[in-house]
């Protein structure tokens, strides 16, 4: 029996060696010193919550369980899609706009935040003057360009698939890999997956599949988490995605797919949160095109997402022209003009931005 549990415990470090150490050490370490001192933790991400969010963040509160820690609360800004509510402790999760009164105590009384997928306040709303005025240490752990210096400890690496890939990380080089199980790996898997579009795109790194098949071998199921998110649409978003592809979608251009929808066109298909995701990819299925955009009108602004193919980077254009930014071929904007205008500046810098594609 000794010598099965030896055999095994070798396995699990051969294996957790596999994975090449790429959060700096001295980051890690002073992390862990930080995670070690807290009594209570807050654990915060995006507006909007998506997968990647929601997964890196269910994921990074089941390991500081797993590690002794008792007063843990995940804090998102609004409300996240149903088919997310699915993963593991999701049910526990506070929503600032609805819990605002009860986040806020949190985010002022805890020892440690924890920023997750996220790294710059602007990028929480109105939870961000909260987390700026709050005594405790603070943390960021991302994947996104141009990090803002807030944090005591900031963790970016923006060549990483998603966060939930340096969750994974980080608990293998904190020597905590043993502490993996189904829970966290689902949560770890989901992230993953819904950030590089089921392994389509940011995805290149071969790291990413060992990483991938080391969650497997923690009995996750991954074609009940891939139904669980991308087979659950409601008749009123079916419908949504007929109408995009065919009344409002427009060709710009050679290689350019646009779409944009009003406020009144949101409700009359019962849009709710998370019916708009995935939209933007469609249009890159058609033969030559390389560039897709979608727009929403929000209650205060125009939510806009970029898709490109290949070495075709979007996440600068977005930064640039629409207060954005992201990953080189999956990027978000915003935008405080009208629909109208705001499709009118799009389509002019973006002949001008990218105007030797378009010749």
């Known amino acids: 029996m ?3 549990i030896y055999r095994t415990t070798c396995n699990k470090e051969k294996r957790r060696n596999m994975i090449t150490q790429t959060i700096h050490s001295e980051e890690v370490s002073r992390a862990n010193a930080l995670i070690r001192k807290a009594q209570s933790v807050a654990i915060l991400t995006h507006m909007s919550p998506d997968g990647d969010a929601m997964g890196s963040s269910l994921a990074m ?13 995940v804090i998102v800004p609004n409300s ?10 999701a049910g526990n999760i506070l929503v600032y706009d609805k819990q605002e009164e009860e986040s806020n105590t949190i985010i002022a009384n ?23 005025q709050s005594a405790a240490k603070k943390i960021v752990l991302d994947h996104h360009l141009f990090p803002q210096d807030f944090a005591n400890i900031t963790m970016s690496y923006p060549h990483a698939s998603s966060t939930s890939e340096l969750v994974f990380r980080f608990i293998c080089q904190s020597g905590d890999f043993g ?5 966290i790996a689902t949560c770890i898997y989901t992230g993953i997956m819904t950030d590089t579009g089921n392994f389509s795109y940011s995805s ?17 199921d991954k074609d009940a988490i891939y139904d669980q998110v991308f087979n659950t649409y409601s008749v009123s978003r079916m419908r949504l995605t007929g109408y995009c592809l065919y009344r409002k979608m427009r060709i710009l251009g050679k290689n350019t797919a646009l779409i944009a929808l009003s406020k009144d066109e949101l409700l009359r298909f019962n849009f709710q949160s998370g019916d708009g995701e995935g939209l933007v990819n469609l249009p890159l299925q058609i033969a030559n095109v390389h560039y897709s955009v979608f727009m929403r009108e929000d209650k205060d602004k125009i939510k806009i997402s970029f898709r490109s193919q290949g070495e075709r980077p979007v996440n600068e254009f977005a930064a640039k022209y629409f207060n954005g930014g992201g990953h080189k071929n999956a990027a978000g904007g915003e935008s405080y003009d009208s629909l109208e205008d705001t499709v009118k500046r799009f389509e ?7 105007k030797k594609e378009q010749q």
Request: with cysteine.
């Open 80 to 89: 996240f899609p149903d088919f997310l509510a699915w993963l593991p402790d």
């Open 348 to 354: 002019q810098h973006f002949r001008e931005y990218f």
């Open 179 to 183: 502490l993996l199980n189904t829970s």
């Open 110 to 132: 805890t020892d440690l935040i924890i920023c997750l997928d996220f790294n710059d306040t602007k990028r929480i709303g109105k939870m961000g003057e909260a987390v700026e």
């Open 204 to 220: 290149n790194d071969p790291e990413l599949y060992q990483i991938a098949a080391e969650l497997m071998k923690q009995d996750i």
């Open 61 to 73: 509160k089941q390991y500081l369980q797993a590690l002794g820690k008792e007063t843990i609360a």
């Open 2 to 4: 000794q010598q099965e």
